[in-house]
């Protein structure tokens, strides 16, 4: 508690760490800030402003599990939230997601932005749904993908719903599956997530993109074989 206390009044040598250091101080600082009550302390919360614009300079430089790691810690130990944010590590994320057989990887990834926000999320949900659509033909006994299709069909009321009402229930799905590491219990985790979050910078989302990708998914459910076609909306994500 002394050191972070101290680093708080020197935010400037953040800006000397390397990639590696950024994601593991963010471990730290959200691991800390969780066992110290509802809000982070404010020798902490100082760091996170320097932290993130340390952490987003070297996204490029990150590996895939560093990438979600620093999102997750971020996003579920340190309450932080905003759009720009949000969508630089969308745009990180899509060009490493690139193999649906990494199915675990996609799943943490949409629910970690579903708590940063609509447009982030929606990004990089539209980028797996065209991936979804490049390969329907091979979604057989080796790529089920069951935790992934569940998610998706769990967000889904009816074929007529309004695009941006089935996008929000996309977003809550995505939400609730997402996991947040705390010791008292994830339901508890949520709410005090929900209660805590402090959103920096919000965007709205256009609507006809909405409809956009709400048309894509309805494309890639026809084309997907006949018993993934609806799902299981009964089944329970687990992390």
Not at 101 to 107: G, K, M, P, T
Not at 189 to 204: E, I, K
Request: proline share 4%; glycine share 8%; net charge negative.
């Amino acid at each position: 508690k002394l050191l972070l206390a101290e680093l708080g009044g020197a935010c400037e040598v953040l800006t000397e760490l390397e990639p590696g250091q950024c994601v593991r101080l963010c471990a730290v600082l959200a691991e800390h800030a969780r066992d110290s009550g509802p809000w982070p302390p404010a020798y902490v919360a100082r760091l996170v402003p320097p932290l993130v614009e340390r952490l987003l300079e070297q996204l490029d430089l990150l590996r895939t599990e560093e990438l979600l790691s620093g999102l997750e810690a971020l996003t579920f130990g340190l309450s932080y939230r905003d759009d720009y944010f949000g969508d630089r590590f969308a745009e990180a994320l899509k060009h490493r997601l690139h193999q649906l057989s990494e199915e675990a990887l996609i799943v943490r990834a949409l629910g970690a932005l579903a708590w940063q926000g609509l447009v982030p999320f929606a990004e990089l949900l539209g980028y797996v749904i065209k991936d979804l659509a490049q390969h329907t033909d091979g979604l057989g006994p080796g790529l089920q993908l069951e935790k992934l299709l569940s998610l998706l069909h769990g967000g889904e009321q009816n074929e007529e719903e309004e695009a941006m009402t089935w996008l929000n229930a996309m977003q809550a799905r995505c939400k609730a599956s997402a996991s947040v590491p705390v010791s008292h219990g994830s339901e508890k985790a949520l709410v005090d997530l929900q209660s805590r979050s402090v959103c920096y910078g919000s965007w709205a989302f256009d609507v006809k993109a909405c409809e956009e990708l709400r048309r894509d998914w309805l494309l890639v459910k026809s084309l997907l074989p006949v018993e993934q076609q609806k799902g299981d909306r009964n089944s329970r994500i687990t992390s």
